[in-house]
Every structure is written in structure tokens, then in C-alpha cells.
């Protein structure tokens, strides 16, 4: 047994360290960090029988969910899953492991943040990161070269949470995928039209969706100078330009990737541009973009995608910008993102600075993303027989991040039950008339609830009522059953009317 005045100097130091952090106003993750530690110590010191305590506390990056919590997220699932159903996807599951090599290679920079489970002397297996990788190979192993699926499930990531932000370690992701041998840009731009629905259904505020093109990237980095072996880094570090100022971005070309500066300024140039068809038009005639056969190939697309989401009537939502990278390695098209601003204000200028719309602008950040991915499939096929893809994540825990704070600050009463009616009695000794009424309701389906106690108070059922938003109340007691009648009381008005028990299952499913 460790010395326990030793490990109460060692909380004292440790706790010092704490205070230091938090004056100084350190990172969140580091001050995260040294509380673990001293919650550490803490434990080992045990209580005052000196028993080994336990640290209550989930693990870094996860959290548990209150009822109230779940029903808001209940209502989030329902309209996506509405709105996958309408577009007429099927769904799928896989496992939450995968193997390790199915994983290994497909998401450049980030792979880092895969959690590998620890070697129990069989396969060698990792949590999945995403779900569109397991998806590709679901598709490889079964043969399947067209279907329209939608999969709601985890995923882990070892990244650095900022759950204020709705970014965890463990998080649900909402997929939609399209796979299939289909005609050019029709089913992304349904891809598009779906979030566009699900966004303004979710009603979050206001938001944009940016698009480019991964063919429009590379042909950019090819006319400005970047060596073919540095597309996907350079690609990376693009990509943080919704995070950080070009300026941090250009020394991060040149100083970490080795770019020369010349290069990076041209990148800077092109990353500055938004538009619509129009910006598309005039890339077209630009002098130095039009020498790459890809990237006219992408931007005739852009042109050809706008014209789709015109009929899908979505423009008004759509920017394409060219800031947009996504730092994933499988996408070979059309990419996009929408982001939500916090006061409303979409950027659709080319003068908008340099892609990066600021955190001024951004509350949440990105709520969806996607894109076209033709080659991921081929990767697991023996015989690498492709199969195009093109599909769009909903960013579930970020909406649901924003949900939860609307919810609190419209102070709302959030229905945690959808129990229609509660049963209870006015007199002592109705226990059995009690359970056999709410036997009627529950066999005719309706939900409807009953008090475990033998003789409840009449105002106790009654306020179980109020604070649980149940709206009605079927009173049983000696003269109604003498009459053959169940009193009906209305919760919010009070009004009770006295109904006969052949028609109170109607007349509760009129009311409800």
C-alpha cells in the first residue's frame, strides 16, 4: 500500500498544476489531461476505509445521453431516415471491426486516428473510422454493383475532442450512398438535394453548401507546380482552410511540405474563388487552368451539376468554391460541404477572402459532407473491377449539438415518453380495476401507463401527469364502475367528461 501521505503531497502538487494551466489559459485538452491525472491520485488514495475508489467518468471523448437528450435525437433520426426512405434507399450494417489492412490506406493524413484493437493472437482488427470504407467493401465482397443505401451507425476516431463543438472519439455517422454505372452528375446532385431537405427540414438556421471537384484540385496543383507526389499532402493542408487563415496554410505549403513559394501563390489565387456556373464559365477560358485536360473535365461538370440542382431548385443554397479539398484519399469528382453560419450570411462572392469564411461567420462548422469516389471499390476487388460511387454524410452529432441548445434555450418541455393516457383510481382498493383497464388500453395499442403503488393518491397520479406531459387522464372509482363509465380529464384544460367504457378507446385515440 502506497504511502498515504506521499500520494496526498502528490495531489497537492498535481493540483497546483491544474490551477497554474487554467490561469494561464491553456488548451482544453491539456488542462483535461492533468484533471485526469489528479482524479488518478485521488482514486488511489481511496476512501476514508481505504478502499480502492472508483473515477466516475466516461472515457475522454464520449458521453452518455439522457432521456431528453435521446428524444431530441429521436427526432433527428426520424426526419433523415424519412428522408433517405423518400429518395428510396435501402439500408445495411456491418460490424463495428473491421480488419486492420481493409482500413490501412484509404484516408491519407487521418489514418492516424484509427483505433487499432489490441492483438489477442488472431486477426488483427481495427474500429471502423467511417462507414463508407466498410461499405466498399461490402460491395467487393458481395458482388453488388448497384445499389442506393443509407447506414446510420459509430464510428471511433483518436481525435483531439472539442465536445462543445459536437467532435467526439465515438460518434454516430449518417450515410447515403449512391453505387452504380449511372449517367454523369445525376446522382450527385440528388446527393445534394438531400441534404439541402434534411437541413431545411431540421431547421438549424441558415446554411450553404460548398462544391468543387477533386479533378479541378489536382489539375490546379498540376498547372501551379506542385510535383504529382505532393498532390494528396498539398491536398490535406488545403483543406484546413476552413479552420485556419491562408497564412497559416501557405507556411505550411512551404515550410513542412517543402513547396516553393511561388507555387503556394498561385494556389492562394484560385483558393480565394467562389462562384456559381459563371465562375465555372471563366475558369474554363482561364489561361493557365484550361491547359489540364482533368480539370476542364471537372469544371464541365460543375456546369452540367448546376444545371441538375437548378431543377432540383437548390441553387439558391449551392456555392462552388475552390477552397473546398476534404482531406480524404478515396475521392476521385465532385466533392461538397455544407456549413451552417451562425448570422446568416452564406458567402457567394468571389471577393469573399481567401475560403476561409472565419470562425466569425461559422458556428458549428461543417454539417455534412461528401462526394464521388469510383475507385474505392476496385481497391477490394480481386479483379479491381470498379463500381462509381457517389454519396454524402450527415454530420449527426454536430445537429444534434445545435438541437440540444436550441432546445435549452427556447426552454421548451422535451416529451421524454409518448404515453398517451394514464390510468389511475379516486378511492383506495381499485388496484385490480386499474390493471384491467390498462390491459384494455394496451391491447388495443394504445401507450398508457399505470402507477406501481397499491392505494396512489389521486394528486400524486395527477402530478405524474403534469411533469411527464401525459395529456390524459382515465379515472376509475366506485360510482363509475357502478355506471359503467370511466371519467376522461383533459391534463392541461382540467375539463373531465365521463365516457362509457365501450367507447373510451375511441374516444382516447379521437383525442390523441
Known amino acids: 500500500m502506497e504511502d498515504k501521505t506521499q500520494i496526498q503531497e502528490a495531489i497537492k502538487i498535481q493540483g497546483e498544476v491544474v490551477r497554474k494551466l487554467k490561469v494561464e489559459k491553456a488548451s482544453k485538452e491539456q488542462i483535461d489531461e492533468e484533471v485526469?491525472?489528479?482524479?488518478?491520485?485521488?482514486?488511489?488514495?481511496?476512501?476514508?476505509?481505504?478502499?480502492?475508489?472508483?473515477?466516475?467518468?466516461?472515457?475522454?471523448?464520449?458521453?452518455?445521453?439522457?432521456?431528453?437528450?435521446?428524444?431530441?435525437?429521436?427526432?433527428?433520426?426520424?426526419?433523415?431516415?424519412?428522408?433517405?426512405?423518400?429518395?428510396?434507399?435501402e439500408t445495411i450494417d456491418t460490424p463495428v471491426f473491421e480488419l486492420k489492412e481493409t482500413l490501412t490506406g484509404k484516408y491519407g493524413e487521418d489514418s492516424k486516428l484509427i483505433y487499432d484493437l489490441k492483438d489477442q493472437g488472431g486477426e488483427l482488427l481495427s474500429l471502423r473510422y467511417d462507414l463508407t470504407v466498410p461499405f466498399a467493401r461490402y460491395l467487393a465482397m458481395h458482388k453488388i454493383t448497384n445499389i442506393k443505401r443509407y447506414h446510420i451507425a459509430k464510428v471511433y476516431r483518436r481525435d483531439n475532442p472539442a465536445m462543445t463543438r459536437g467532435r467526439y472519439r465515438e460518434f454516430y455517422q449518417c450515410d447515403f450512398d449512391i453505387a452504380g454505372q449511372y449517367d454523369a452528375m445525376i446522382p450527385?446532385?440528388?446527393?445534394?438535394?438531400?441534404?439541402?431537405?434534411?437541413?431545411?427540414?431540421?431547421?438549424?438556421?441558415?446554411?450553404?453548401?460548398?462544391?468543387?471537384?477533386?479533378r479541378i484540385l489536382d489539375g490546379m496543383f498540376a498547372v501551379c507546380g506542385v510535383p504529382d507526389d505532393k498532390f494528396r499532402t498539398i491536398c490535406s493542408t488545403v483543406d484546413k482552410l476552413d479552420k485556419v487563415p491562408w497564412e497559416d496554410v501557405k507556411k505550411e505549403m512551404v515550410n513542412e511540405k517543402g513547396l516553393s513559394e511561388e507555387a503556394a501563390d498561385q494556389i492562394g489565387a484560385y483558393v480565394s474563388m467562389q462562384g456559381g456556373t459563371d465562375l465555372a464559365e471563366r475558369l474554363l477560358q482561364d489561361h493557365k487552368l484550361s491547359q489540364s485536360k482533368q480539370a476542364c473535365a471537372g469544371l464541365s461538370d460543375i456546369k452540367l451539376l448546376f444545371s441538375y440542382l437548378q431543377l432540383f431548385q437548390v441553387t439558391d443554397k449551392v456555392v462552388f468554391d475552390l477552397s473546398l479539398a476534404r482531406g480524404l484519399d478515396y475521392y476521385t469528382g465532385v466533392i461538397y460541404e455544407a456549413v451552417l453560419t451562425q448570422a446568416g450570411v452564406a458567402p457567394v462572392t468571389s471577393e469573399a477572402q481567401n475560403g476561409p469564411m472565419a470562425e466569425e461567420s461559422v458556428s458549428v462548422g461543417s454539417v455534412a459532407g461528401g462526394g464521388r469516389y469510383d475507385g474505392l471499390v476496385g481497391m477490394f476487388d480481386p479483379k479491381g473491377r470498379k463500381v462509381p460511387c457517389v454519396g454524402v454524410s450527415i454530420g449527426i452529432e454536430r445537429i444534434f449539438s445545435i438541437m440540444e441548445q436550441k432546445a435549452?434555450?427556447?426552454?421548451?418541455?422535451?416529451?421524454?415518453?409518448?404515453?398517451?393516457?394514464?390510468?389511475?383510481s379516486a378511492q383506495k382498493n381499485l388496484l385490480e380495476e386499474r390493471l384491467k383497464l390498462v390491459t384494455e388500453l394496451w391491447n388495443a395499442g394504445i401507450k398508457a401507463e399505470v402507477m406501481h403503488k397499491k392505494n396512489p393518491k389521486l394528486l400524486s397520479q395527477l402530478q405524474h401527469c403534469e411533469e411527464s406531459g401525459i395529456p390524459l387522464v382515465a379515472i376509475l372509482g366506485e360510482q363509475e364502475l357502478k355506471d359503467g363509465v370511466v371519467k376522461l380529464r383533459v391534463v392541461a384544460t382540467r375539463e373531465e367528461v365521463d365516457i362509457s367504457r365501450a367507447d373510451l378507446i375511441g374516444e382516447i385515440r379521437r383525442r390523441t
Open 188 to 214: 450527385d446532385a440528388e446527393c445534394l438535394k438531400i441534404v439541402h431537405e434534411i437541413l431545411s427540414e431540421l431547421d438549424l438556421g441558415d446554411f450553404y453548401i460548398k462544391v468543387n471537384d477533386r
Open 408 to 424: 435549452v434555450a427556447s426552454a421548451q418541455k422535451v416529451r421524454t415518453t409518448e404515453v398517451q393516457v394514464m390510468v389511475a
Open 36 to 89: 485526469a491525472k489528479l482524479l488518478e491520485l485521488k482514486a488511489r488514495l481511496g476512501g476514508d476505509d481505504g478502499k480502492h475508489q472508483f473515477v466516475l467518468k466516461t472515457a475522454k471523448g464520449t458521453r452518455d445521453y439522457s432521456p431528453k437528450q435521446m428524444a431530441i435525437r429521436e427526432k433527428v433520426f426520424n426526419i433523415i431516415i424519412n428522408c433517405f426512405k423518400r429518395h428510396g434507399a
